[in-house]
DNA sequence: CGGCATCCGGGAAGATACTG
DNA sequence: CAGTATCTTCCCGGATGCCG
C-alpha cells in the first residue's frame, strides 16, 4: 500500500498503512508464538499465495514488524520473526479477536490454526475464573507443542516441551478446540480417540473451563426489529 | 468482501471480514463520538469517495456494527451510528493507535482529524501522571465542542457544552495537537492567537502533559545494523 | 524444496459526474 | 444533502517458472 494512504496523523490510519493490507495481521498472529519459516506461515495460511506472502513479509521487514534472519546450525535455515515491537502488537491481535468472538455472524465451526487456538486461549483467558488454580498444561499437536502454565490468576503459555507438565493432552488441535469452546467432554473424546490424555485429568478439565466465548451481540434484523 | 474470505474461525480472521476492508475502521473511529451525517463522515475522512463510503456502511449495517437511523424532529435527517456491540470496538482501535503510535515511520505532522484528536487523549491518557488531578477541560473546534472531566485517575472525554467547564480552549485542533504532542507551549499559541484560553490557565497547562507519545521502535535499518 | 519473479484475470478502490 | 452511475486504476489471487 504505497499509494494509498490515508494522509492522516492518527495512530489508527497509520496502522492501518502498516497491517491493513489483506493477510498482514493474520501473519503477525502465526509469528506471535515465536519464528517461522516461509512454507510454515503459507501452510498456516489457508488460502493465501506465495506472491502475496512474499509481498506481505517484505512490507513487514520495511516496517520493522518483522525482520529476516537465519537460524544458527544445525538448521541454517532462514525464519520470519517479529521485532520487539512487532511482538507489541499481540494486544491488538486480542482486542481484536475478543471484539469479533461477540459478532453474530462469527461462525466457530470453521477450521482453525494451531496458532489460532493458542492465541485464543491467551485472549480468552477469565483470570476471575482461574482462582486459586494452579498446575502446568501440556498440549501436543503433532509437532508442535506447548506448556500453559496457570498460577496466581495468570496464565502464560508459549511453546516448550510438553512432557515436563502436570496433564498433557495430545491429539487434534481441533478437538481441543471443540471441548474448550463446543463444550463437547473431555471424557467423550477421550473415548473416541480424538484426544490422549496422560497425567492429571482433573487439572485439565478445571483447565478448559478457564475458556469461554462471550455472549453474541444481536444481529441487523434484531435490531430492525426492535432496537 | 464476500468472496475474499479467509475460512478461519480465529477471531482475528473474523474481525479481518468485518472490518479488515479499506477505511472501515476509520469510519467505526468517527463515529465512536456519537452518531454522525454522512456528508459528516465524508468530510472528517480525507480522501474518501463517496461510493466506497456508502459500501462501507451498507457493510457495516448488514454485520450489525452500524444502524442507520432517522433523527427525530428538528433535524429529522439521517445518521449513522454504532450499536452497542459497535461501541465495543474502542477498545480495538485505541490499541491499534497505541501500537502504531511507536512505529518508527509515524508522521504526526499529517492534518488530524477532531475525532482523531480526541480519540488519541482516550487512548493515550496516562492515569500515572495524573496524580490528583481534577477539574474539567472544555475544548471547543469551531461547531465541535467537548467536555474533558479528569479526577480519581480517570478521564472522560466526550461530546458536550464546553462552556461549563473550568477552563475552555478554544481554535484549531491541530494547534491544540501540536501543543500536546509536539510540545509547543500553549502560552506561545495562545499569544499568536492560534488557541484562546478562558479560565483556569494551570489547570488546561496539567491536562495537556497527560498525554504523551510513547518512544519510538528502532526502524529496520537500525535493527539490520545492531540488532 | 524454499523463496522469489512474472504474467494475467477479476474485482475492489478511487475519481468524477450526475440525480432525487 | 445524500447518495448513485460510470469509468479508470491498481491490488489480490492463481499459475507458471527460475534459481539456489
Keep these: 500500500m504505497k499509494k494509498r494512504v490515508y494522509d492522516d ?116 483467558f477469565a483470570a476471575e475464573r482461574a482462582g486459586d488454580l494452579s498446575g502446568t498444561v501440556g498440549l501436543r499437536f503433532g509437532e508442535e507443542e506447548f506448556v500453559a502454565t496457570v498460577g496466581g490468576g495468570q496464565l502464560t503459555l508459549v511453546r516448550g516441551a510438553a512432557n515436563t507438565a502436570d496433564v498433557v493432552v495430545s491429539g487434534s488441535h481441533e478437538q481441543l478446540a471443540a471441548a474448550i469452546y463446543g463444550g463437547v467432554p473431555l471424557a467423550k473424546l477421550e473415548k473416541a480417540g480424538a484426544l490422549k490424555i496422560e497425567g492429571d485429568r482433573a487439572l485439565l478439565g478445571r483447565y478448559i473451563k478457564l475458556f469461554s466465548l462471550p455472549p453474541k451481540a444481536p444481529d441487523a434484523k434484531a435490531l430492525r426489529a426492535g432496537p
Excluded at 532462514?78 to 491488538?92: I, S
Design 9 to 124: 496523523a492518527c495512530g489508527t490510519a497509520h496502522a492501518l498503512e502498516l497491517i491493513g493490507d489483506r493477510w498482514a495481521l493474520l501473519i503477525i498472529r502465526e509469528l506471535l508464538l515465536g519464528p517461522k519459516r516461509f512454507s510454515d506461515l503459507r501452510a498456516s495460511l489457508p488460502g493465501i499465495s506465495a506472491n502475496v506472502l512474499t509481498q506481505r513479509l517484505e512490507e513487514l521487514e520495511a516496517s520493522a514488524i518483522v525482520v529476516r534472519r537465519r537460524l544458527p546450525p544445525p538448521g541454517a535455515v532462514w525464519v520470519y520473526e517479529l521485532t520487539p515491537w512487532g511482538m507489541e502488537a499481540e494486544e491488538l491481535v486480542k482486542a481484536t479477536g475478543r471484539w469479533a468472538a461477540r459478532s453474530p455472524s462469527h461462525d466457530p465451526s470453521l477450521p482453525i490454526s494451531v496458532s489460532s487456538l493458542i492465541m485464543s486461549m491467551r485472549s480468552m
